[in-house]
Nanobody, 121 residues
Framework: QVQLVESGGGLVQAGGSLRLSCAASGRTFSMYTIAWFRQAPGKAREFVAASWRGGSTFYADSVLGRFTISRDSAKNTVYLYLNSLKPEDTAVYYC???????????????WGQGTQVTVSS
């Protein structure tokens, strides 16, 4: 299993930017697909973006063109850059790891504790 710790959340005005970090430890980092999910109050957890173990990236339509996921293998860290933020992006953001190229939360076995992102209008 890989252990994950998120950081970088906070309060930002609409149109602003944030960078979230997901630091991984444990098994070989490059073997895993690392993804970001988010969960707003009263809503189901939803996929945001993923960095496949082979290097490709995949985004939810709602964030395509605004969010960017990147992987720094030397630091065992995956970043999520959030730009042009909207109030509807407000949620707890989680990073997760799996050995498969999937965007389904059920397929991810390792999860971080989450970091709050709040976007004010």
């Amino acid at each position: 299993q890989v252990q994950l710790v998120e950081s970088g959340g906070g309060l930002v005005q609409a149109g602003g930017s944030l960078r979230l970090s997901c630091a991984a430890s444990g098994r070989t980092f490059s073997m895993y697909t690392i993804a970001w999910f988010r969960q707003a109050p009263g809503k189901a957890r939803e996929f945001v973006a993923a960095s496949w173990r082979g290097g490709s990236t995949f985004y939810a339509d709602s964030v395509l063109g605004r969010f960017t996921i990147s992987r720094d293998s030397a630091k065992n860290t995956v970043y999520l850059y959030l730009n042009s933020l909207k109030p509807e992006d407000t949620a707890v953001y989680y990073c997760a790891a799996t050995s498969r190229p999937t965007h389904v939360p059920f397929d991810y076995g390792s999860w971080g504790q989450g970091t709050q992102v709040t976007v004010s209008s």
